[in-house]
Every structure is written in structure tokens, then in C-alpha cells.
């Protein structure tokens, strides 16, 4: 696999900056985004399928890292059209190119896939049942990925965060500025995930793929793997390990979900099992507090 051509397709967003900045020492990289940045050497937009192919067949990459999405949750509940066309059509096309091509599409998925009934993590193969649109838009991505076929690998992950754009991590470091008393929900349990533990964990499977000392088939590895930090935590214990790093101490109250209702519904449980990863491909993240600790460091 030499001489290889990535195309980034969200480089401003929270994985997609790390990505570029890990993959660029060791690939030819080409960026593009939704809007004209300095990052972005072209514009794409998911939710026109002409442009997605017509960048694709300009590019020819070898490798396909779609990094970008629609994330917004709770207003998911009311652009669900919108965010059906860019997390569940677009995947698919972006599929049908890679096999066109015989290139590689890396792409992220959500643990919101799942509706939290389970009581240990989830493994890839357990039954998915979203509890909300941006969930049932990001699982028609991963399905229409699956029925076109071909090389790729999908990345469900969760709770991610990082230094930039808009995120937990960030949102608790202005609220705790602002306000003196903070109250969190801590009956959600998860896994936060750093941004550039993704990023990094990604450049290591592509470096494993393209090194002779690995003997692995892309081909026969295909499919969905979950990808996280290791451990659990709440969002309230999270908020704790994030306001403990500041100047600034407010006041905090756990409560429960029902007393922050929000538009979207989120899964009580979304803990993801990474034995697969890590028994494919030898990569173990840290868990989420020891990655929080080097990301606050």
C-alpha cells in the first residue's frame, strides 16, 4: 500500500483536526470541508451526492476518512431529513466510490446505535435499537456502508471531546467560569473519549496495513469495531475530573436524567466493549480518566 492519497473529509471538526495532523506526516493528505478554511483544500457537501462523487473521482484517494457528520443532537429531533442525508445517504455513497476505486473508507459511527437496556458493554455484533434521530441516522450510515460492501472499516465511538470546537469537555470549562452552582446528570453512563486518542488509534491501523511486517487482509477484516477509552464513568463524575483542573470550583448537584429532559433521548448505558480492536489490531486506549489527565495537562 505505497504511494497512498488520503481524503479527509471534515478536518475542522473535533476528530477530523487530529486526524490531519496525525496522518499527514506519513500520507499525501487532501482536505475537504463544507466551507472554505485554511485546513480545507476543497468544498464538499454531504448532503449533495453530485459533489461527494464529483470530489471523489477528482481525488482518486486510496484511502477515504470521513470524519465529518451531523451532530447536532437535539436539533437532529427537528432536521431529521438533514441528518438522514448527511450521517445515512452520504456513507453510502461514499462507499459505492471506494469500491469503484478498490480504496479504503474509514468511518465513524456513535454508541448512540444502541438504547442502553444492557447492564456490560456492548459488543459489535449486539442488536442496535437508537432511542433517537441523530442515532437512526448515524446506524442507516453504518447499514448502507455494509450492503455496498468492499474495504472499510467503521468506528463506533462515544462521548468524545477535546481542545477544540464545541464539546463537553469545553462547555464545563466556560459554565464553571460563569456560574457557581452546576448541576450534572449522573445516571448516564459512558466512556469519554478524547478526540486524539481516535485520531492516533486510526494512523496506527493504517500504519499496520501499510507495513510488510504485518500480514493483514484488509478484505477479511472489514466491518464495524467500537473504539473508546477504557473504563466508565457518568457525566457527573466526568464534569467533577474536568472543574478539578480549574482555578474556578462552582458548586455541584448530580441529578437525574428526567430533571434535565432534553429534545433527543439518550441511552442510560452506551459502554462499548473494544476487544475486538484490541484483539485485531493490538491497540488498547487508555482509560478515560488517565486520557483525560494528559489532554488537561
Not at 437532529?76 to 445515512?88: D, K, P, R, V, Y
Not at 477544540?164 to 469537555?169: D, I, M, S, T, V
Request: hydrophobic content about 40%.
Amino acid at each position: 500500500m505505497s504511494n497512498q492519497r488520503i481524503l479527509l473529509i471534515g478536518p475542522t471538526g473535533q476528530v477530523g483536526w487530529e486526524l490531519q495532523r496525525c496522518v499527514q506526516p506519513l500520507y499525501d493528505v487532501f482536505a475537504v470541508g463544507r466551507t472554505p478554511t485554511k485546513v480545507a483544500q476543497a468544498f464538499i457537501d454531504l448532503a449533495d451526492p453530485d459533489s461527494i462523487r464529483r470530489v471523489i473521482r477528482e481525488i482518486k484517494p486510496t484511502i477515504i476518512l470521513n470524519a465529518a457528520a451531523y451532530t447536532a443532537v437535539d436539533k437532529a429531533e427537528q432536521e431529521s431529513e438533514l441528518a438522514h442525508t448527511i450521517n445515512g445517504t452520504a456513507p453510502g455513497i461514499l462507499a459505492e466510490e471506494s469500491l469503484r476505486l478498490k480504496s479504503l473508507l474509514i468511518h465513524y459511527s456513535t454508541d448512540y446505535v444502541f438504547d442502553g437496556s444492557h447492564s456490560q458493554p456492548y459488543i459489535e455484533t449486539d442488536a442496535v435499537n437508537p432511542l433517537c434521530v441523530y442515532g437512526t441516522s448515524k446506524l442507516a450510515g453504518e447499514q448502507a456502508i455494509c450492503a455496498v460492501g468492499g474495504h472499510y472499516f467503521i468506528f463506533r465511538t462515544a462521548w468524545v471531546y477535546g481542545l477544540r470546537g464545541k464539546n463537553f469537555l469545553l462547555t464545563m470549562q466556560r459554565l464553571a467560569k460563569e456560574r457557581d452552582e452546576l448541576k450534572i446528570v449522573a445516571d448516564q453512563i459512558g466512556a469519554p473519549t478524547w478526540s486524539r486518542m481516535i485520531a492516533q488509534a486510526t494512523t496506527l491501523i493504517l500504519a499496520q496495513l501499510r507495513s510488510p511486517l504485518y500480514s493483514l487482509d484488509i478484505e477479511g477484516l472489514s466491518g464495524i469495531y467500537n473504539l473508546t477509552s477504557a473504563g466508565q464513568t457518568n457525566w457527573y463524575e466526568f464534569a467533577k475530573a474536568i472543574i478539578a483542573q480549574l482555578d474556578k470550583q462552582p458548586r455541584m448537584l448530580p441529578i437525574t436524567t428526567a430533571e434535565y429532559p432534553t429534545p433527543a433521548k439518550r441511552p442510560a448505558y452506551s459502554v462499548l466493549s473494544n476487544t475486538k480492536l484490541t484483539q485485531t489490531f493490538g491497540i488498547n486506549l487508555p482509560t478515560w480518566d488517565k486520557a483525560l489527565e494528559v489532554c488537561l495537562g
